[in-house]
């Protein structure tokens, strides 16, 4: 079974699922239709207001900007609109607007796009009128966003969104579709690619064939898994699942070989499944000039003062122990990295062993995965296939001695077959390879202590109707088989880029109520079965009950009993007659419990606090 392509890139990577790799800048120019069609309201179902096509448009340009300021420094976006009254562009097009120029997005032209509205739009620009200046307009505009792309690096990826509600621009006029149709063709002379997003109401269709099927065809990006076919929302949320996969891009951590014997060996990638997130570090500026400041670490001669400009020698330790047994060793950076350096790094095969000696607990850290490098040793694919084939017809794992890089130290590591497995729709979940376990040594293992309260103990054992009861929460609390943790974004970094956002745009900081934690359980919904609870808890917790139960009855009677004592004595006459004093502490915290007054301090705090009481009733 062919899993893997042997036909690598440059870079030496293949085609397995290796998004994020390729242009290291993309311009994307949103081309954006504006004529009369597009201001038609449109009402989404469960939404309650109206939205035109022409709205919908923006916003997605809009969300965009925002999307890439996290996902890259370096990209480049601009607007343009075209099938408009007024004109505005570098070479002064009939009906074409250009309405942010290709540029890094910022606060300034994420404002400007959040201005934009229909009726901004009609009142400042308007929307031109007629069939061919339509088509002509559609013309320009691509020669428009073509004037853009020029001067741009060889690397960068080009590319053109456009959406728009028009199935015939040219309203079936042949001369301005060989026109449209000749700019499509520089365009893809020019490698530039263009992704079409037909803009209708829910329940109406939208006919490619009738012009937009051969320019989408012409210029499509064929590495990009966007399918003109599908609904166009489920297209844009590909669009910006495409956007977040740019922002953490899966490169390899370190190329190795796989030795399986002497002169044996395969050239594999390592790559993270998962890695931390976390803010961006903070850049501090010049309160002047407002210049970004550069930290420089610098050491001094303890003696003379100088300033070290090389530092040749460095000193270790011992951590623990009394140091004054130990005398000061002076390593060198060479003789440090030659203590560190245990094995060269790469995998070395130790044996096989059946999957049933793998357990859940055996894991010491996240998973890698690893997939062949053909770069790195000719014919690996081959060979890969044929070990993780093996491996996974007859269920075992490979362990191996596992070192990730020259200072990382020897790890013992499972190599376990994953078999590639795709949806419904035939997309890839799960990539073909071997998933890297990091495995525990014996100085690692560790043995919780036995609870001392519990040995020797009889521990009592759940009944069938506890365990039956504890079915029926478990069954009533599942979570949907919709719900899954790797779509749940993390809180603190929502709210981190939520604030910074409204501070770059100047607005006020959202209230932590407009802040949506996904993290958060749904009580109102786990109020419904509170019943089933409770129901649980008399079940189970029956002494605890009880106990609770007799307590309280017994603070009741101590309660009833300080009432007694407090009302059996006459406080304003002992009061009047200064013999408060004579009582002793004890009785004197009975007054202050019987009125909840502070029972802390000295005898004659006491008597003061119950003196200025009696003074105020």
Not at 73 to 79: C, L, M, P, S
Not at 138 to 163: H, P, T, V
Not at 255 to 283: C, T
Not at 488 to 495: H, L
Request: hydrophobic fraction near 35%.
């Amino acid at each position: 079974m062919d899993y893997y392509s042997t036909d690598f890139n440059e870079d030496g990577e293949g085609d397995f699922d290796v998004k994020g790799f390729g242009a290291s800048k993309e311009q994307i120019v949103f081309l954006i239709d504006a004529h009369d069609g597009m201001f038609v309201g449109i009402k989404k179902e469960g939404e309650t207001e109206h939205q035109c096509s022409f709205q919908l448009a923006v916003r997605v340009a809009t969300d965009m900007l925002k999307a890439r300021i996290i996902a890259s420094d370096n990209d480049e976006i601009g607007v343009i609109f075209y099938g408009t009254k007024l004109s505005k562009s570098a070479s002064s097009f009939d009906h074409v607007f250009t309405y942010l120029d290709l540029d890094i997005p910022d606060a300034m032209r994420i404002r400007q796009m959040e201005e934009m509205t229909a009726d901004t739009f009609k009142r400042d620009i308007g929307s031109g009128d007629g069939a061919s200046s339509h088509g002509e307009s559609l013309k320009y505009a691509l020669w428009a966003a073509s004037q853009m792309f020029e001067g741009s690096a060889q690397r960068a990826s080009k590319k053109i969104l456009l959406l728009t509600s028009k199935e015939d621009p040219c309203e079936g006029l042949e001369a301005v579709r060989l026109q449209v149709m000749s700019r499509v063709e520089q365009l893809r002379d020019a490698k530039v690619h263009l992704a079409f997003f037909p803009l209708v109401p829910d329940g109406m269709s939208f006919q490619l064939d009738a012009f937009w099927k051969p320019v989408v065809h012409m210029l499509k990006d064929e590495e990009e898994d966007l399918d003109e076919n599908e609904d166009t929302l489920v297209r844009l949320d590909a669009l910006f699942d495409s956007v977040r996969r740019r922002a953490y891009k899966k490169r390899a951590l370190s190329s190795l070989v796989w030795s399986l014997g002497p002169d044996f060996g395969i050239g594999v990638q390592v790559f993270a499944l998962y890695n931390a997130a976390k803010k961006p570090l903070p850049v501090y500026l010049d309160p002047k000039s407002n210049e970004k400041l550069i930290s420089n670490t610098g050491y001094v001669c303890e003696d003379t003062g100088a300033i070290l400009t090389d530092i040749p020698l460095s000193y270790f330790e011992p951590t623990s122990g009394p140091k004054e047994r130990y005398p000061k060793v002076i390593f060198n950076q060479d003789e440090k990295n030659k203590i560190r350096a245990v094995r060269d790094p790469g995998l070395c095969l130790l044996g096989f062993k059946p999957l049933t000696c793998l357990k859940d607990y055996h894991q010491m850290a996240h998973s890698y995965f690893i997939s062949p490098d053909e770069k790195k040793l000719k014919g690996s694919t081959t060979a890969f296939i044929a070990f993780h084939d093996r491996m996974q017809a007859t269920g075992k794992f490979a362990l191996c001695r596992f070192v990730r890089s020259r200072i990382s130290e020897p790890r013992l590591a499972a190599l376990v077959p994953q078999q590639e497995t795709v949806d419904s729709f035939g997309v890839q979940v799960e990539p073909p390879g071997f998933y890297l376990i990091v495995l525990p040594y014996s100085d690692d293992l560790r043995h919780p202590d036995s609870d001392p309260s519990i040995v020797g103990t009889d521990i009592p054992k759940a009944n069938a109707e506890q365990i039956q009861l504890a079915e029926r929460i478990t069954s009533h609390l599942t979570l949907s088989s919709e719900f899954s943790t790797v779509d749940v974004p993390n809180p603190q970094m929502q709210r981190h880029y939520q604030v910074m956002e409204a501070v770059a745009l100047q607005e006020p900081i959202p209230s932590l109520s407009e802040f949506v934690d996904e993290t958060k359980p749904d009580i109102d919904g786990m109020k419904q079965h509170q019943p089933l609870v409770q129901e649980f808890k008399d079940a189970v917790f029956i002494h605890s009950t009880a106990k609770k139960a007799s307590g309280s009855s017994k603070r009741k009677a101590t309660g009833d009993g300080v009432a007694t004592a407090v009302e059996s004595v006459d406080w304003k006459d002992l009061a009047d007659k200064g013999k408060l004093a004579k009582l002793t502490v004890a009785e004197l915290k009975k007054y202050l419990e019987f009125h909840k007054l502070r029972l802390s301090g000295k005898k004659a705090d006491l008597v003061a606090r119950i003196e200025d009481h009696l003074s105020k009733t």
